[in-house]
């Protein structure tokens, strides 16, 4: 059965700083992998996707991800972490021709003034 | 054009009383997904319905829970003589098909007393 680990259920960086959201799954084929952004009291709200093509993927408010096979991971960044990212983030997997989406525990992510 | 809205927003129920939840998806998205998120945890997958083909139910908690979807649209989530586990946020998403994401309404917050 798929799963998804997502490293750290806090994450605290101080703004400006690197985020970094560790997602790692286990596959024997490559799904398809999502972030998703939850902000108090909201539904939660894509970021970015992976299914075919390039493994480093672009999503909204400069954030990134890179799909790496021989590492089954996907890890999230931005360069530089703004107030306003103070969320919760979930990564997500889709099993390639399915539907049944399992998602992760989430990471909370504090920013620091 | 409207996202995914759900009501009650809001839910608190006795123990043992059944509750009805609602989910207006996406206009023309043939896939709808229902979840529960409890505190401090992931969203767990409860069912899902895709166009006219049988609904996936395998992540019903129970036979308390039932969902059905109308005319390929509106779907309610019906939990029977509810228990103070069901306590949770349940989210609904709709979807245009595999591959793609999915987009998330608000959320019930049901509350059991």
């Known amino acids: 059965a798929q799963s998804v680990t997502q490293l750290g259920s806090h994450v605290s960086v101080s703004e400006g700083a690197l985020v970094l959201l560790r997602c790692n799954y286990s596959?024997?084929?490559?799904?398809?992998l999502f972030w998703y952004v939850q902000y108090p009291n909201q539904g939660l709200q894509l970021l970015l996707k992976?299914?075919?093509?390039?493994?480093l993927v672009k999503g909204i408010n400069g954030f990134e991800a890179e799909f790496k096979k021989s590492e089954t991971s996907f890890h999230l960044t931005k360069p530089s972490a703004h107030m306003s990212d103070a969320a919760e983030y979930f990564c997500?997997?889709?099993?390639?021709?399915?539907?049944?989406?399992?998602f992760g525990a989430g990471t909370r992510l504090f920013v620091k003034a | 054009g409207a996202g995914v809205s759900q009501s009650p927003s809001n839910k608190v129920t006795e123990k043992g009383k059944d509750v009805e939840l609602r989910c207006d998806p996406i206009s023309g998205h043939t896939a709808l997904y229902w979840y529960r998120q409890s505190l401090g945890q992931g969203l767990e997958f409860l069912i899902y319905?895709?166009?006219?083909?049988?609904?996936?139910k395998s992540g019903l908690p129970s036979d308390r829970f039932s969902a059905e979807r109308t005319g390929g649209s509106v779907s309610t989530l019906t939990i029977q003589r509810t228990q103070q586990e069901d306590s949770a946020v349940y989210l609904c998403?709709?979807?245009?098909?595999?591959?793609?994401?999915?987009?998330f309404g608000p959320g019930t917050r049901l509350t059991v007393t």
């Open positions: 596959s024997s084929v490559p799904p398809y």
């Open positions: 319905f895709q166009g006219n083909s049988a609904p996936d």
């Open positions: 992976y299914t075919t093509g390039a493994t």
């Open positions: 997500a997997v889709t099993p390639t021709g399915g539907f049944k989406t399992i």
């Open positions: 998403a709709s979807s245009p098909g595999l591959e793609v994401a999915q987009y």
